[in-house]
């Protein structure tokens, strides 16, 4: 079994910044992407960011580019979301997922289907 643990978030004024980290644990596994998606309430859970493991390439929603930076640290296996710039409409629970299937297609990772272990979000809100 895979554990994913988010931690970070919070309530910020607009403006603020909040950096998310997940951390993967568990049996032997493989990581070739991690990724961040957000639900709001009475919302679909939708993507935010994506990092591939080996390489670091990375894709954003187009409403955090600019805003929010994506990273790892392969060795303790954790995956960040800087988010800067924070706005009232970011509010939501923040997930991560981990894709431990091979391969990374660029045209689809940011599809919820396309990651395999899910950790159990943290609340992010932010005040107008």
């Known amino acids: 079994q895979v554990q994913l643990v988010e931690s970070g978030g919070g309530l910020v004024q607009a403006g603020g910044s909040l950096r998310l980290s997940c951390a993967a644990s568990g049996r032997t596994f493989s990581v070739y992407a991690m990724g961040w998606f957000s639900q709001a309430p009475g919302k679909e859970r939708e993507f935010v960011a994506a990092?591939?493991?080996?390489?670091?390439?990375?894709a954003l929603a187009a409403s955090v580019e600019g805003r929010f930076t994506i990273s790892r640290d392969s060795a303790k296996n954790t995956v960040y979301l800087q988010m800067n710039d924070l706005k009232p409409e970011d509010t939501a629970v923040y997930y991560c997922?981990?894709?431990?299937?091979?391969?990374?297609?660029?045209?689809?990772?940011?599809?919820?289907?396309?990651?395999?272990?899910w950790g159990q979000g943290t609340q992010v809100t932010v005040s107008s």
């Open positions: 997922a981990i894709r431990s299937r091979s391969g990374v297609n660029y045209r689809t990772w940011h599809f919820k289907n396309e990651y395999d272990y």
């Open positions: 990092i591939r493991w080996s390489g670091g390439n990375t």
